[in-house]
């Protein structure tokens, strides 16, 4: 019979571990073994290959020069066996292709968190990536095939082409101050609020940037004087906290705060910024079944309108 086929695992680690240790002793200690356990391993494995591969040293034991020669392939070939049953273990736990989710502010702090706890559930096994960031940025991803769906408001007509939209729920934009705020107590506000408080806005190109637009000349609204162009949702609430600042976003982004009463929305209407939140994706290809899959529970996570 080939050599080869003879050899087990088990001679293996206990040869690897008694040349770590250069004690059967120890080696049984760390192997879980007895040390009669170990030598009659030791013992099998020389008599396989047909050399003496460890020799009394004192108290102790050393390798033979046979045993200095099989150790170095030994070791690596244990290594490579302990690599593969790693890497089955992990093929058993993740198979399949990501799913690779752009999510805009608007859902990042309300859809999607629910959304990912019920996908881990599932018990589908593909990694999963969310992204967020801007939504140009994120639509050029997805064209590229780097992301599978998009989630987030409807983008402007000149930034669809070779994608398809899938409206599920609408969100509007709306003017939000901290709880402490003087002006969170007022039942009205006056047209030049945005000239006397610092106002957080989102700059040109951001999704929501034409809303905003739209709503302060409706609402006769002075221009802030000093504003801040962001996108970060982090950042708009940690400096809401700290200051007197007005911040101008989708509702969806700041609906927790609101609804705990750390967050205030002014009485303004910006009933004409309602628009339409939902899915993006490539025209020309099918998802895959776990992206599909996760859309669907996108789906059934959608707000009341």
């Known amino acids: 019979m080939d050599i080869s086929r003879r050899i087990k695992i088990r001679h293996l680690e206990a040869f690897v571990e008694v040349a770590r240790q250069k004690s059967v002793g120890r080696a049984a200690i760390t192997l879980s073994l007895t040390q009669p356990a170990v030598t009659r391993t030791i013992r099998e494995l020389e008599e396989i290959v047909g050399a003496a591969l460890v020799e009394r040293d004192g108290r102790g034991i050393k390798l033979s020069h046979q045993g200095e020669v099989f150790l170095s392939h030994a070791g690596s070939g244990l290594a490579a066996v302990r690599g593969g049953i790693a890497a089955l273990a992990n093929v058993a736990t993740v198979s399949g292709p990501p799913v690779r989710i752009g999510a805009l502010p608007t859902v990042s702090a309300t859809v999607m968190p629910a959304a990912v706890v019920d996908f881990l559930a599932s018990g589908v096994k593909s990694p999963l990536r969310v992204i967020t960031g801007e939504n140009w940025v994120l639509l050029d991803q997805l064209r590229k095939g780097d992301l599978d769906l998009v989630m987030g408001r409807m983008p402007a007509p000149e930034m669809m082409t070779s994608l398809r939209f899938e409206p599920l729920y609408r969100d509007r934009v709306i003017f939000v101050v ?9 039942r009205q506000v006056a047209a030049d609020i945005l000239a006397r408080h610092p106002v957080l806005v989102p700059p040109a190109g951001s999704i929501i940037h034409p809303y905003v637009e739209r709503v302060m000349v409706e609402q006769g609204m002075s221009r802030p004087i000093r504003a801040i162009e962001t996108v970060s949702d982090s950042f708009g609430r940690a400096f809401l906290r700290a200051s007197d600042a007005i911040w101008i976003i989708s509702r969806g982004v700041v609906s927790a705060e609101i609804a705990s009463g750390e967050f ?18 490539r025209e020309a290809d099918r998802l895959h079944d776990a992206a ?14």
């Open 292 to 305: 599909v899959f996760f859309a669907d529970i996108l789906r059934r996570h959608t707000p009341m309108s």
């Open 178 to 186: 901290s709880r402490n705020h003087p002006l969170a107590v007022q």
């Open 264 to 281: 205030v929305e002014l009485p303004i209407d910006t009933g004409s910024t309602l628009g339409a939140v939902g899915l993006v994706t």
